[in-house]
Nanobody
Framework: QVQLVESGGGLVQAGGSLRLSCAAS????????MGWFRQAPGKEREFVAS????????HYAASVKGRFTISRDNAKNTGYLQMNSLKPEDTADYYC????????????????WGQGIQVTVSS
């Protein structure tokens, strides 16, 4: 098993930036592909970004492509989501997740989840 803990959320003005971190413990982080998802109040959890075990292949949701960047540092057992040019519609709880698959975008394909962290973008 792997345990995931997100950090770095908070309140930011529109146009600003935040970097989320996902610290992993337990089994070797590099054994898992990872992803980021978000869930706004009253909405379903949606895919944001994912990357392979070595970070070389990345997928992004159309709504964040060009603004968000997923990355990972396996030596530090940590994944990241750099969020730039934030918009009020990016407001949500953000979750990191891990999967034993090569890469995935559907939340049902992820095996482990963090507890989530709130990101609020004011207009």
């Amino acid at each position: 098993q792997v345990q995931l803990v997100e950090s770095g959320g908070g309140l930011v003005q529109a146009g600003g930036s935040l970097r989320l971190s996902c610290a992993a413990s337990g089994r070797t982080f590099s054994s898992y592909a990872m992803g980021w998802f978000r869930q706004a109040p009253g909405k379903e959890r949606e895919f944001v970004a994912s990357t392979t075990r070595n970070g070389e292949v990345m997928h992004y949701a159309a709504s964040v492509k060009g603004r968000f960047t997923i990355s990972r540092d396996n030596a530090k057992n940590t994944g990241y989501l750099q969020m730039n040019s934030l918009k009020p519609e990016d407001t949500a709880d953000y979750y990191c997740a891990a999967t034993a698959r090569y890469i995935a975008t559907a939340p049902t394909l992820f095996d482990y989840w963090g507890q989530g962290i709130q990101v609020t973008v004011s207009s």
